[in-house]
């Protein structure tokens, strides 16, 4: 019996060995945290800036600041392998949407086949949701091009923008496994019949107008 007449307790709670290792995980989970999320926002803003240079025709530019956040973003994610619920929390996926998206209009301006989600490394909700955005970049290219009264390529892109919502709509799951990709379809069914008309009604004008 001890002294104040209680239960014996044993000298050491097992309270004092769990709560430190809970500490320790947890501080490894919050550091790989803050690094992801570092490495997706510098992800985010390296697809826009790249976006932007491939519109000034600035393409190797492009492409070398995409390589740079790629590899950025690889290791930023690295110590996401044992925390899936931070790896699925959201941001990862939002940085590699936008990364698909920016890869998928760099390659369909630059003339290249679009690429898989396995060579970006991304999964494939994201995939789809960013090449789904990046018709609406497409359109923004054909555009510029038809004010500068320049038809090269315009249909080669009104094409690979058909040949994405052709994709898109075969898609049918629920949005909790697409990332919301129902609405993104809609969006891109839109952009891609006012891309068609204002490249048929350039085109029939340009047909129209008498020569020299």
Request: net charge negative; glycine share 10%.
């Amino acid at each position: 019996m001890s002294a104040g007449g209680g239960d014996p307790r044993p000298d050491t709670s097992p309270l004092a060995e769990i709560a430190p290792r809970i500490v320790a995980h947890l501080e490894e989970k919050h550091a790989a945290r803050e690094k992801a999320l570092r490495a997706s926002r510098a992800l985010i803003q390296a697809s826009a800036r790249s976006i932007r240079e491939v519109h000034r025709g600035e393409l190797a530019e492009a492409e070398a600041r995409l390589d740079a956040a790629r590899a950025a973003a690889d290791e930023g994610f690295g110590g996401l392998s044992g925390h899936p619920d931070i790896e699925h929390a959201g941001f990862v996926h939002d940085a590699e949407k936008e990364y698909a998206e920016a890869r998928a209009t760099f390659a369909l301006v630059s003339g290249g086949p679009l690429p898989s989600p396995e060579e970006l490394g991304v999964n494939a909700a994201a995939w789809l949701n960013g090449v789904a955005e990046a018709a609406g970049e497409l359109r923004r290219v054909i555009l510029d091009r038809l004010r500068q009264g320049d038809f090269e390529g315009c249909e080669a892109l009104l094409d690979a923008m058909d040949d994405i919502y052709s994709l898109l709509v075969t898609i049918d799951f629920p949005d909790a496994m697409t990332g919301g990709l129902r609405r993104t379809t809609d969006q891109t069914r839109g952009i891609l019949e006012r891309t068609r008309g204002d490249l048929t009604m350039a085109i029939v004008q340009r047909r129209a107008t008498p020569e020299g």
